[in-house]
């Protein structure tokens, strides 16, 4: 499976962007996809993911904040960032999750300056 990941950038703090990933390769039905994010300093952590059924979860810094959604025709998925907040700078990394297998993307810089 392979991921391309877009939609980073630089953005005031209060500002929204929104991440997307693309899957492609083998991709089986059960499936799930989300966002993990490594900040200065910091572990990976997750941020979001929903599985093909639909549930989401978050991580809860973000809840109220951010919103995961899927397009499973296109095998893509998207983080919609609102209310940013310096503390939300990082590397976004997409993740795809079947079968025990977890893939990544290439990783998207997101920097909320105060």
């Known amino acids: 499976v392979q991921l391309q990941a877009s939609g980073g950038g630089l953005v005031q703090a209060g500002g929204s962007l929104r991440l997307s990933c693309a899957a492609s390769?083998?991709?089986?039905?059960?499936?799930?996809m989300g966002w993990y994010r490594q900040g200065p300093g910091k572990q990976r952590e997750l941020v979001a993911t929903?599985?093909?059924?639909?549930?989401?979860r978050y991580e809860n810094s973000v809840k109220g904040r951010f919103t995961i959604s899927r397009d499973y025709v296109k095998n893509t998925v998207y983080l919609q960032m609102n209310s940013l907040k310096p503390e939300d700078t990082a590397i976004y990394y997409c993740n795809f999750h079947q079968w025990g297998d977890d893939y990544w993307g290439q990783g998207t810089q997101v920097t909320v300056s105060s």
């Open positions: 390769g083998t991709i089986f039905s059960i499936n799930v």
């Open positions: 929903m599985a093909n059924t639909g549930i989401p």
